[in-house]
């Protein structure tokens, strides 16, 4: 991601504009429409939009791109406002194409978005909505379209490890987890795609006699809504951490007449990091921060802007921060500022994009020798308190939400486990999928 140095200003030299792009970046069907006219107004994410996106904007209308984000050709990547980017997504506009992010949108933890993936395209277009949410880890290939923008929108997800490939999903509509929609594809409004299914014709993704899809209920509708006001939430809070202290000085680049903006401070919202103000895991106002295991005084809270993962929030280890990094695979996210805390007693290694959090609540706890494959995603949630056992085995790409393990249990690559309880010892081979401790058959993707 471009950024400054740590904790360094943001150079003056910027100037207060927005660039458009180049008119090559065409709606079907209205020639000469650049993709900054879409309705509603977006901002590249070049510098000075980052990490706060527009250039010194106030915390409650402002977008937040976290600052370990790989953006590929930022110029080509435009968001609009209150939308949260969170860490290790990738925006990737290379090879001619051109992503735009609505407002009020989410896109979460080791996320993947590429214009123009497998390069047949003519200036290809990833459009992401307002109220759009893109689940951990997801996948979205381009040329895409994902929810809708301004009056047309409506709350539309994508849920954890789905694959949109050259798909519409539209709006008010939901691909569940371990999903994928192929080509051509168009999910209409109200279907809801479920988990593991591999949708590739219109008839799949509209009519549920047919297995794969299912309507949206109400409780669908606002899981997904929650998830986008928290992510808002989110943003707000991320910007106030990097630029609402008045001890970094004014921002010389910034309006004068905007209070609350001065110059960033990026130790704050990189490393192991606080969770912000407005965070829903903020009710210990005393333990807002990472704890590692210290010699001699046992927890210690820690801010390590180098470190080399996310950590953010109420996140307690077992174990000294230079043995959790040693451990811990490239590009992991471990959030607690939504449910907390998160517990992990040692890790023994993490591959590389593993995402852990508790989203809407809950608590998360992990215990000795903890072992996960890259791209697992291992959730908590509201009112619930999971757990994994000591010697616990998450295979690759597996999403495990709201579900708890006993001791040497393993789990497959793969593999999809929602609100399940499993004893000791338990094997889950690859690719299967269990629901409140049913098994549903395997992910076909």
Sequence with gaps: MNRTGQGHRRSPRFPLRVDGLEDRWLLSGRPGVSLLEIQPAAHPATRPNLPVMPFATPS????????????????SVVVSYQSYIAPYVTL???GGGAIKIGDSSVVLDTASLAANPHHRAHFPQLLIGDQVSIGYGATILGPATIGGYEAAAKPTAIGARAIIDGATIEPGAIVSPLARVGPGVTVPSGFRVLPGMNVTTNAEASNPKLGMVVPVTSSDSTTVRQTLALAQSAAAGYT???QGNSATGINPGADPAVSGVFNGNLATVAGTSAEPPSSLASTNPKRTIPYFLSPHRG????????FPARIIGLAEFNQRAQQVAQHLGRANSIRADQGQPIQIDSIAHTGAFVAIN????????????FRAGSHAVILGGPNVKAQLGDD???GSGAVLDRTSLGSGSTVGPEAYLLNSTFPAGTVIPARASYINNKFQGFVQT
Excluded: E, H, M
Aim: proline share 2%.
């Design 92 to 94: 990737n506009a290379t």
């Design 240 to 242: 106030s951490l990097y």
């Design 60 to 75: 409650k209308k402002a977008s937040f791109i976290d600052t370990s984000v790989a953006i590929r050709n930022g110029q």
């Design 299 to 306: 927890l210690v809270g820690a801010l390590l802007f180098n």
């Design 358 to 369: 508790s989203p809407l609540g809950g608590t998360l706890t992990i215990g000795r020798n």
């Design 392 to 394: 616990v085995t998450i």
